[in-house]
Structure formats: structure tokens, C-alpha cells
Nanobody, 121 residues
């Protein structure tokens, strides 16, 4: 089994910063893409940021220039540094990782439990 454990959410004023972390534990043979989805109240879940195993990143337009996704492959951990936060960034943030559990299995997506980020105006 694979478990993703998130930390770092909370309440922050507009213009502030937060850093989210997500570590993968358990039967991890190899991790391909990692990243962060977010879901605001009444909205569909969207992919906010992602990073490949070699460090290629991708962002939704609304966070470009403000968010940075990084990973530490030795620690099976992905991070999301969020700067210049806006009230519209308020959402539950879910990390994901595309994990291969052993050399005989195909990789599949695993999800964190979600962490609330609230940005006050």
C-alpha cells in the first residue's frame, strides 16, 4: 500500500505565503509525476501544479509566477510553495503521485487526504 501524507495548510492573509508538503510512504518502487490539485467550494477540482520525475513543471495559468512546485526524490516528497496568495486561491489542496509499487506492476495515481488553504482578504 501507498499512503500520501500532506502538511502545511492553514489560514493566511492575502499577499502572504504558505508551503505545502506531501510525502509518500509504503510500497514505493518508483514515482513518476507528482503534483497538486485544488478544489474550491462549488468548483471542479483543477490541477494547480505538477512536476515530472526529472523536474519538468507545469502550472495552471492562475498560479503562474506565484506558485512553485518542487520535489525531493530521495524523500519521495513533493512541495508547493505558494506566494502572493489571493482569496481566490482558497481551496482544499490534494497532492497526488503516480506510483509504481514494484517492478511488475503498472504505476497508478495515489492521493493525499487534502489540506485546507484559506486566504483572507
Amino acid at each position: 500500500q501507498v499512503r500520501l501524507v500532506e502538511s502545511g495548510g492553514g489560514l493566511v492573509q492575502a499577499g502572504g505565503s504558505l508551503r505545502l508538503s506531501c510525502a509518500a510512504f509504503g510500497a514505493v518502487f518508483r514515482i513518476y509525476d507528482m503534483g497538486w490539485y485544488r478544489q474550491a467550494p462549488g468548483e471542479q477540482r483543477e490541477l494547480a501544479a505538477s512536476i515530472t520525475s526529472v523536474g519538468t513543471t507545469s502550472y495552471v495559468d492562475s498560479v503562474k509566477g506565484r506558485f512553485a512546485v518542487t520535489r525531493d526524490n530521495a524523500k519521495n516528497t513533493v512541495y508547493l510553495q505558494m506566494n502572493r496568495l489571493k482569496p481566490e486561491d482558497t481551496a482544499v489542496y490534494y497532492c497526488y503521485a503516480n506510483v509504481q509499487m514494484n517492478r511488475y506492476m503498472s504505476a497508478r495515481d495515489h492521493w493525499g487526504q487534502g489540506t485546507q488553504v484559506t486566504v483572507s482578504s
